[in-house]
């Protein structure tokens, strides 16, 4: 079997996502939303986001008995999603967010119904991944399959997360080092590094991987790459949702390297696969190749900037 583009490692969420808040949740009063969307959330976001993109991806997720679950798969199966790795549980396994957001920030509760585990190491050997784009994974258990995933010769694109963990954790610093590409947002950055602005995190987190990406909401992205820092800001567009965009950025970003594009086109390519995920609820909007590759040479020619409210987290 030929080799796969992505392998993508992370667990599923079915996401209730609202929106058009007449307030934020707070205890003791009722807010009331004006729209309401379920869709597969977590790492689904990452695998339809390079599935739309024309690449030939792999999502290694395990799966339960319950209503969530099924939701999940009848939507990556009308998605077209390749199930070559998916693991049934045989037991309920809900894995449930209830998002809210507005055009600047957004908030989650989330209940989590099973343990998340590594896949098997085999599967890394019928796949042979050129890229592992892992969510923010810590334990001894998945440093192992991350450390097989680079033996056998994939790269690994490592993803962030809100976890309230900072460089002194037990296994980030080993997660971060096995990373060929690191992508934590602001907010991220500066609680890892215990540092105050994004360009002192940067300075940081470079010290610790090849290349580091760091998603500055309507800002872009500052990135470290091959020895010289990187800026890309975010075209204009009508936000509906950010909720996942920094998934479809780290799709946009896995497209244009398979294709070789030089650094600062694959940040483009990250940038613009971002900014065009907040235009739908969730995943709903992730573009296709040639949507992209159109939006890209018309936002980001000379004189046609601007920045939107876009948030890549």
Known sequence: MSRYDVLVAGEAYCDLIFAGLDGMPALGREVIASGLTTRPGGCYNMALGLTRLGLRTAW????????FSRIVLDTAAEEGLDPVAFHRLGRPAAMVTAAFADSEERGFITY????????????????????????????????AFIGAA????????GDCNGDAVTLATPGVRAFIGLCDVFSPNEAEAMRLTHTDSAEAALAVLAEMAPAVLIKRGSTGVSAWMAGRRYDETAPRVAVVDTVGAGDAFAAGYLAGAIAELPVAARLR??????????????????????????????AFQPGSGGVSPMHVA
């Open 60 to 67: 290694a997720c395990d799966f339960g008995t319950d209503l």
């Open 112 to 143: 989590r119904g099973t343990e998340v585990v590594p896949p098997k190491a085999r599967l890394l050997e019928t796949l042979r991944p050129r890229w592992l784009l892992q969510s923010f994974r810590y334990t001894p258990d998945w440093l």
């Open 150 to 157: 680079k033996a056998g010769g994939a790269q690994v694109f």
């Open 269 to 298: 390519n990250a940038v613009a696969c971002g900014t065009l995920s907040t235009m739908g609820a969730g995943s709903s909007a992730n573009p296709t190749a040639d949507a992209l590759k159109a939006f890209v040479a018309q």
